[in-house]
């Protein structure tokens, strides 16, 4: 199920979007952004049609879009400590 997300949406959203699991027929599907969610939101008719059609019968009947702040295919990267900062490769810090 989750595997064949890429080969119905494309890669263009598959990059942007990531079907993270399937649970009583809606498909759970982390999203890079808002503006992303709104785009699939409003195609979300299309994208039910597809997504049933790459796995043969209707077994998904609605989809939920979970916005995360960074890339759904990265991993979360390390934040620096509040007041830190570089200017010109140095590190500074608040006082």
Not at 29 to 48: H, I, Y
Not at 64 to 86: D, I, K, M
């Amino acid at each position: 199920m989750l595997a064949s997300w890429p080969r119905a949406v494309g890669r263009e959203v598959a990059r942007h979007a990531r079907a993270v699991r399937f649970r009583h027929g809606t498909l759970h599907v982390r999203v890079a952004s808002s503006g992303w969610a709104t785009q699939l939101a409003l195609l979300k008719e299309d994208v039910l049609q597809k997504v049933n059609q790459q796995l043969g019968e209707r077994l998904v009947v609605d989809i939920h879009w979970e916005v995360r702040g960074e890339h759904p295919g990265l991993t979360p990267r390390l934040r620096r400590r509040p007041g830190a900062f570089r200017v010109a490769g140095r590190r500074r810090a608040f006082c």
